[in-house]
């Protein structure tokens, strides 16, 4: 298992976000604008980084340290969704690519579990052979 922080090396999205303000209705504003970004493609080569230089070497070193029969790497953001509403590695375009590159180089053959979290609902997403398992936190319905 690969715990991964997605917080504290995490660059401010492409249109920084103001979810976090105390604005009435901040986060359905943010949601908003990440539709928008999305539906018009704004930001689509933003290179922003999710887990910064030194993680990502962690990461890579960690990732071939050993094999396993099945790797669990946890993000707590989604990592393979589609929705631009949510926040997710897909505002990072780049950084997702590298990342998921990574796994696909890495664990050829191998069967990889991502568990994510963040949205307040539960998802199995799929691509590329990886299984991705999002959950709510534990103290919603």
């Given at each position: 298992?690969?715990?991964?922080?997605?917080?504290?090396?995490?660059?401010?999205?492409?249109?920084?976000?103001?979810?976090?303000?105390?604005?009435?209705?901040?986060?359905?504003?943010?949601?908003?604008?990440?539709?928008?970004?999305?539906t018009?493609?704004?930001?689509?080569?933003?290179?922003?980084?999710?887990?910064?230089?030194?993680?990502?070497?962690?990461?890579?070193?960690?990732?071939?340290?050993?094999?396993y029969?099945?790797?669990?790497?946890?993000?707590?953001?989604?990592?393979?969704?589609?929705?631009?509403?949510?926040?997710?590695?897909?505002?990072?375009?780049?950084?997702?690519?590298?990342?998921?590159?990574?796994?696909?180089?890495?664990?050829?053959?191998?069967?990889?579990?991502?568990?994510?979290?963040?949205?307040?609902?539960?998802?199995?997403?799929?691509?590329?052979?990886?299984?991705?398992?999002?959950s709510?936190?534990?103290?919603?319905?």
């Amino acid at each position: 298992m690969i715990n991964l922080d997605t917080r504290y090396n995490r660059d401010d999205h492409f249109i920084p976000s103001i979810g976090g303000s105390r604005v009435p209705f901040a986060a359905l504003g943010a949601a908003f604008i990440r539709m928008l970004t999305a539906t018009f493609g704004i930001g689509a080569d933003y290179d922003g980084t999710i887990l910064g230089d030194k993680q990502s070497d962690w990461f890579r070193n960690e990732l071939c340290a050993e094999r396993y029969t099945v790797t669990v790497i946890v993000s707590s953001i989604q990592v393979l969704t589609s929705n631009p509403v949510v926040e997710s590695w897909g505002h990072y375009p780049e950084a997702r690519r590298n990342f998921l590159d990574t796994i696909g180089q890495k664990c050829e053959g191998e069967r990889v579990l991502l568990l994510s979290g963040d949205v307040h609902h539960a998802e199995f997403s799929g691509g590329g052979g990886l299984v991705e398992v999002t959950s709510s936190g534990l103290t919603h319905r």
